[in-house]
């Protein structure tokens, strides 16, 4: 075993300075709000001109420089697939590409094709007799819908090389146990909607309107119960809870009113043989097993009939589309316009055939010297961690060294995969139905999935597509990822000065990496096993600071008298202390970060907590805002930029704030993790 030192030191001790020709890029001016102090509330300090200039658009319910970014992609890739035409090569991922995004634009089309796409299906699932259950359910699993429950194949949380079955709770419409439980007005208001929504769509495939209500209100009822033995956000954090190993045998023991060799027989090839799964989520199984002993096998096909009329309602008449939009968006997130057609259209080859358009989008548009100079930054910011490791107080030796094999093990991705996914399996047929092209185009996907179990986990996979305007950490592969889509201004901009690009891809950098070292990443070693690598000391030590942390934001008052979820975002805020941290420490190891010479009247921590805060800048919606914080794991951008900040003593620093101003936090109060 390397000492710490030596783990450390084996990280090359390099650092990056940015092009010194456009110190000016970076940090705008413009965004500020200089009749607020930096003291007083330093979102609106540092975003409040932004805000002020971007007033929200009524298609979104909520828009920011993160989401200003992918506005950028998706324009670039509109002009990138409208300039593929439409007599490309039968089966050439150009031909695929175009004709499903031609296919979302005809509109008249699909008005006059009506209830057709679908009908054939719903025929199916009326006439369907018991002992079909099992064939229909396992059809609408392969990437349709997950009524009742949903399963999927990915790495075994104990054994990471190698891949296992899953099965999850499912069948919630509205995503989120709390909308069918809580009584506040916002969520009766969008159960309401909700059981609209459901009565809209069996009207408008054909059923009585007398009928549909009392429908809606039995299939509401149903996902009623499914939410009352729901895990609750907090209780889904735990993975520990949620590894329930079980054989075939012992499942069909457990659950036996569901035939399970039917529905594995018929969701997975011959050629494989499921031996053991993973329930993740016992309670819901369990409810599950008894709605099937006792429920009507009417109410079973009306069930099932709405969650595959929910499925492809976006890509119908224009009517379901509406319906939709209403449900989802307006009622839920209060957007008050749909996007264009264009933009809604684009979406779904992006989705479906994602690194097929990928392999297109970085032809074009991904400079292959911000690869290298991100290797670079990422490399910079790993020595900063392990520095920031090696010199923690409450952490023992043995666990550090645990925490320094794990940071020096990750596998780094930028850019693009070495690899693309092949697509030849699928047929995007332009004379067939849009509805039918999607479906097996989601089909494609989820029988990919399925037909890697009990095979060799693929490390070189993407879990993303490269024009995503996001990146991730992924615990059972013990990898960070950066997709070439946010490898651009405002996040990365390689003329701008170190700053600013600390400040903003920097901590984006370090936020992924402490993901490995949150309150779930910590539950897996360097080889991405959920093994225990703590003293309970140190275990003990962590889950302190982490509740102190969580407490900070738990304080904050999002909407009405609504508070932040410290508990629920506990990860996402770990996260962006670490990175906060980690990317400082890593930006004062530069030239400028060294140095006290100040651009546009701003010195260089000014202009790095400047940088930071203009990631997060944003107009959202109180509709948005609560629901973000039933549904969401990231805390607020407010919240991401005011809470976090609060615990850095360098801060407080920069803008010269003091005891008795509102940003300030008393030195016993604040928290360092990592």
Known sequence: MKTKKLLILSLVMTAMTMSAGNLAKGVDRNNLDLSTKPGENFYQYACGGWMKANPLDPQYARFGTFDGLAENNRAQLKDLIMNLGSNNPKGSLAQKVSDLFLQGMDSTLRNQQGNRPVEMMLAQIYQMPRDSFEAMMADLHTGITSPFFDSGVMADLMNSDQNLLYLTAGGLGMGDRDYYLENDENTVKVRNAYLTYIEKLLTLSGRKAKDAKKVAKNILALETELAKVAMTREESRDYSKQYNIRTVEQLKADYPNFNWDAYFNLLF?????????????????????????????EDI???????????????????????????????????????PRWKRSLNVPNSVLGEAVGELYVKKYFPEDSKKKMLKLVNNLRIALAEHIAGLTWMSPKTKVNALVKLNSFTVKVGYPDTWRDYSGINIDPTAYYWENVRNARRFEAEYQLSQLDKPV??????MTPQTVNAYYDPSTNEICFPAGILQKPYFDPD?????????????????????????????????????????????????????????????????DVHANGAFTMGENIADHGGLRVAYSAFKNTEQGAGDKKIDGFTPDQRFFLSYANVWAANITKEEILRRTKTDPHSLGI????????????????FDIKPGEKMWRNPEDRVTIW
């Open 269 to 297: 090839p011959a050629s494989i043989k499921v031996k053991k799964v993973c329930v993740m989520h016992l309670n819901s199984m369990a409810k599950f097993n008894e709605m099937m002993a006792t429920m009507k096998i």
């Open 301 to 339: 096909r009306n069930y099932l009939a709405f969650k595959y009329l929910d499925a492809a309602s976006n890509y119908l008449t224009d009517e379901y589309e509406q319906a939709n939009f209403d449900m989802y968006s307006r009622a839920m997130s209060g957007k008050q316009v749909m996007q």
């Open 458 to 463: 693929d490390k070189a996979k993407w879990q």
């Open 496 to 560: 701008a000065d170190d700053a600013s690009n600390y400040g903003a891809i920097g901590v984006v950098i370090g936020h992924e990496m402490t993901h490995g070292f949150d309150d779930q990443g910590r539950n897996f070693d360097h080889n991405g096993n959920m093994i225990d690598w703590w003293t309970e000391e140190d275990a003990a030590k962590f889950k302190e600071l982490a509740d102190k942390l969580g407490a900070q934001y738990s304080a904050e008052i999002v909407a009405d």
């Open 639 to 654: 919240n991401r930029v005011n809470v976090a900040i609060r615990n850095l003593e360098p801060f407080f620093k920069a």
